[in-house]
């Protein structure tokens, strides 16, 4: 049975740091693009970081750029997301989601089949 199951999340003060982890059961996070999503309310999923599993190459939003590293490890079937110098507008539920490395747009949540089912971020300032 596939599921991808998020941990880390929590409340943090602005300048602070969490590491999200997405555990991954039912297939092969070595075979697929892993990405990171986040919702904050009344507004839409937002592509936060992705990681290509072919050459490893890395997208990141804008917002999150310098502050926030997505990575992975394939022994363990499990996806990160370090998330430094939180700022009160990175409040939101982070999901992660995958999918087979045939996706145009990385960023796109249109273009992922598989999520979790999200973890709170709250940064207080």
Known sequence: ???LVESGGGL???????????????LILEDHIVAWFRQAPGKEREGVASESNRDGTTYYANSVKGRFT???DNWKNTAYLQMDNLKPEDTAVYFCAVEPPYV???????????????TQVTVSS
């Open 70 to 72: 997505i990575s992975r």
């Open 1 to 3: 049975q596939l599921q």
């Open 104 to 118: 145009r747009d990385y960023l796109s949540a249109d273009e992922y089949e598989y999520w979790g089912q999200g």
């Open 12 to 26: 943090v003060q602005t300048g602070g740091s969490l590491r999200l982890s997405c555990a991954v059961s039912g």
